[in-house]
């Protein structure tokens, strides 16, 4: 299974941005996906999830009310739409796939993407 991220990039607080994650597995319907994301010196982090139907999203508290995980599985993609950016959502953002329900901790996923890189200046 192959995950590839794109959109990610350097916009102002307030601003918005939209990632992609790209899914090569032919039953990506089948499964739930996560975004992750790691800041430098710090641990990955939850940031959203969604249900493999698309039905059910999860999110981080840090994030609930600015950020929506939706999917496509006529596409096998799933997005990531980011509003009200701020300083502290500077971070690499990874997309996961888990073969299974949705979780929270990073080690529950099966396999990742490579990262893009989201900056937010001040």
């Known amino acids: 299974v192959q995950l590839v991220e794109s959109g990610g990039g350097l916009v102002q607080t307030g601003g918005s941005l939209r990632l992609s994650c790209a899914a090569s597995?032919?039953?990506?319907?089948?499964?739930?996906m996560g975004w992750f994301r790691q800041a430098p010196r710090a641990e990955r982090e939850f940031v959203a999830a969604?249900?493999?139907?698309?039905?059910?999203?999860y999110y981080a508290d840090s994030v609930k009310a600015r950020f929506t995980i939706s999917r496509d599985n006529s596409k096998n993609t799933v997005y990531l739409q980011m509003n009200s950016l701020k300083p502290e959502d500077t971070a690499v953002y990874y997309c996961?796939?888990?073969?299974?329900?949705?979780?929270?901790?990073?080690?529950?996923?099966?396999?990742w993407g490579q990262g893009t890189q989201v900056t937010v200046s001040s």
């Open positions: 996961a796939l888990r073969k299974s329900g949705w979780a929270q901790r990073p080690l529950d996923y099966d396999y």
């Open positions: 969604i249900n493999w139907s698309g039905g059910s999203t």
């Open positions: 597995e032919r039953t990506f319907s089948s499964y739930a």
